[in-house]
């Protein structure tokens, strides 16, 4: 069986007091908690396995669903933090290094803080806490770069000079109680180590260690230095020990006389190539049995080409699984599989998308965790019958590839074609829904492989352009909107007058057009309202907002004060929202509603930019940059106050959408409710309990969970949630499923019991 898991629930308290008080605001529990990421949110320099865990370090802040700044522990199902893992006071903490020895896991890097404990750049965790190893090593602008252990002692390397008020030259050895020097040291900083019984190799930028010449390479043996040959022509990122063979990996081109690509190996006289080496840096290594992983920016091993991962087997070299997408920065072999890390965001010849880390498992690769969230901004929603649509600067949704949109069905993922635009910078900003078609707008040049400027169609299998598309400039097309069988289209749309209509088979301006630019449109039955920075609408005044009736324009009152991002059209009433502090001369601060005569306020409005407006029933939900007390980006005015909906999200809400009950969020944020929410979030007003609990007969209880598909889920349970040292053990079955729900007895002994359901992969 296979150790990566999809965990759906965690942690149900068998006492009568089932779970301890949740920490939040009021209303956390109504966010959806399926957004987060399967992976990491930043880059992995370094990854060590003990036993069934992996543990990670780099330059991150979330591992899947939890908070973990800079190292992570996988546990082959789900994400644990290391406490409160490495802060600075100033900057950004980096971990570069990672070793386990026992129940001890050491980092290094560029930090003063370990779960909250003064450690200068390098810390141990002991299962339970950090601790720091007397005051650290180097100083604030100092950094450690490589760790090893061996014989119970730390070996640190980097760029330093003192460990513990001793003085070193950027390589020390830690033994549990003190610091001491190997030697002089050598006369450069330190990017990699390996021990191997009393032996140490060093790699890094030096030509000297101790007194001895060692051209970026040296051994240590406890006593003396001394040099591998001649050296190597520049310094190793990586270095490996394994069955009597040193293996070092970087960019250099000869190990002593051997001129070689990459990657060389040392004997304990002298140096060899694999094969004919890896086109490219070497970054990573790790050795498993008779293989040789290795991992960088690399395009070709041995002749064959390579997306920077490659493996060295019985004298030949081969890809692994099509590869990484982009550079691998850590490697590390165990638990029957290869884990990548890096800066990483699609495998398997960009089939899988990953989130900086992958498990590789002899046929497959596999991402750590099941998170469905988006990997870059979402400027679009909007809800069909078809599912939910979503666009932006997307090119991952979960563990999907996409390009710039995609669909949401309930439960999963999945691409509109090709998706739309070639580039990084092509985006999309507007989604519109009739019937079966949605219409996407944006800053585009195509939309699959047809060429569809700024403006496309999707039936649901094809894509096609609508006329010659709409010329403009950037955002071009930011608005969308379906009136009867007329598509609107708004943005910065020059030469269309910024605003025109598509009947079916060529596009127009509508009535002359505005003066600037569009930002929203929203249609009734009877007309279309265009809102946002221009002040005529066919050379009538009209101050950011105009109704266009089919024949002629309108000025809605006096207008607006300034500029108007969103509009929401609800039976005789429109809702606007943007930068604007007076609507009609009332002031209304940022959000307001048109009754068809007058303006008015919406209690005393909102505290920032409104960027997005949705209506349902009595209910008018707002979303931007603004804050109220407690909350952020989104909140429900009820008719008589405004609401926060819990914590609400951690940043900007661009766009809003509803599907029955749920309130889709689209934007640039993490959070949502304090739950991870990459971009993405649904607020629920009805909610769906994670779990269900009822007392059975003969002192039993029954607990059931919500699940898609009734195959492979199994039940697993420990007394020590927060013991990594107590396992996880599996209820044997049956269960009883339906295919929505399944549900397992189980006898009430008394004490504390954790349940988690879980789906080997």
Known sequence: MKTARITTALSLLTMLALAAPMHGAAGDENWDHRFSLPGLNGR??????????????????????????????????????????????????????????????????????????????????????????????????????????????????????????????????????????????????????????????????????????????????????????????????????????????????SAGEVALRGIATWDGSQWSSLGTGVAGRVRALAVEGNNVYVGGEITEAGGVAVRNLARWHEGSWSSVGGGAESEVRALAAGNGGLYAGGHLFRADNGALGVWNIARWDGSRWWTLGDGQGLDNSTWAVAAGSGGVYVGGDMTLAGSLPVNKIAKWDGTRWSPLGDGIGTDWHDSVFAIAISGSDVYVGGAFPNAGAVRALNVARWDGANWSALGDGLPGEWPCVSALAVGGSTLYAGGNLPSVGHVARWDGSSWSVLGGGVNAPVNALAASDTAVYVAGSFTSAGGLSANRIARWDGGAWSALGEGMDNTVYALAVDGANLYAGGDFTTAGGVVVNRVARWNGAAWSALGGGLAGRVRAIVVKGANVYAGGDFAMAGTYGVAKWDGHSWQGLGRGVDNTVSALALAGDDLFLGGYFQTAGGKPSYNLGIWREVTTPLFSFVLAPNDAFVISWPIVGSEGWVVEATTALANPAVPWHVIPPPYQTNGANLEFTEPMLGGSKFFRLSKPQ
């Open 44 to 253: 992995v320099f370094a990854m060590a396995v003990s036993g069934t865990n992996l543990y990670v370090a780099g330059e991150f802040s979330r591992a899947g669903e939890v908070a973990a700044s800079c190292v992570a522990r996988w546990d082959g199902s789900r994400w644990w933090a290391l406490g409160s893992g490495l802060t600075n006071r100033f900057g950004f903490p980096r971990v570069h290094a990672i070793a386990v020895d026992g129940d001890r896991v050491y980092v290094g890097g560029a930090f003063e803080y370990a779960g909250g404990v003064s450690a200068r750049n390098v810390a141990m965790w002991n299962g339970s806490y950090w601790t720091n190893l007397t005051t650290g090593v180097g100083t604030a602008s100092s950094a450690v770069y490589a760790l090893a252990v061996s014989g119970g002692n730390l070996y640190v390397g980097g760029d330093f000079i003192g460990a513990g008020g001793v003085s070193v030259r950027n390589i020390a050895r830690w033994d549990g109680a003190q610091w001491s020097a190997l030697g002089a040291g050598v006369n450069g900083l330190v990017i990699s180590l390996a021990a191997s019984g009393s032996d140490l190799y060093v790699g890094g930028g030096f030509t000297t260690a101790g007194t001895t010449n060692a051209s970026f390479i040296a051994k240590w043996d406890g006593q003396s230095w001394s040099p591998l040959g001649s050296g190597l022509n520049s310094y190793p990122d990586a270095l490996a020990v394994s069955g009597g063979l040193l293996y070092a990996g970087g960019d250099f081109t």
